[in-house]
């Protein structure tokens, strides 16, 4: 006999009230990685917000302060210094959004959960043309501009992700990466609503825990 429609409603609803209290207090430790602009920054911050965990990036530890900016690389040691500490002060628990597969690894041990999230080339590539044109300008972007070059040079970094012809980021590292983690990892698509993959992932955490 099929389910009243009000009754699958109160089921959907009771397993999200259940999944809140499962989750209410815990620490986690979550680390969101993917391609530049499949949306791990926005899917991190989303995250830590619901959880009301401290959002973490690794852009923040793994530049110099200069300006223009990323023009300077800080050693890996001082990166992880910084983000260890920045651990440390989050008592609560953290959302750690970036890429580190190639140079975190004393931090892999510290993560609850990882979550890849593959966004299409085409998508990636439209959003990171958008967000570095409203984080530094057209006149900065623009032939003889203060970020022309760095941004030329990233765009087309950023294009071979999915082929993986340069270092740096990969698709075949990330996803290599991902079977020798030591804790679980959940892949989602990037193409979604960001509220949906949330909600992927409090599901994924509340499973976890039983």
Known sequence: MPQ???????????????????????????????ASGSGVSTLGHALAARLQLTHLDTDDFYWEATDPPYQLKRPIDKRLD??????????QGWVLSGSLDSWGEPLVNLFDLVVFI???AKVRLERLRSRE???HGAEALAPGGAMHAT??????WAACYERGDRSGRSLTGH??????????WLHVEGIRPVETLVEDIEAGLAELQT
């Open 4 to 34: 009243d429609p009000s009754f699958r409603h109160f089921q959907a609803v009771f397993r999200k009230v259940k999944r809140a209290v499962a989750m209410k207090d815990r620490a986690f430790h979550i680390h969101i990685t993917g």
């Open 82 to 91: 910084r983000i260890r500490r920045a651990f440390e002060e989050a008592h």
């Open 118 to 120: 593959e966004t299409p």
């Open 133 to 135: 044109l409203a984080r």
């Open 151 to 156: 941004h030329t040079a990233f765009m087309a």
């Open 175 to 184: 996803r290599a990466w991902l079977q020798v983690l030591p804790c679980p």
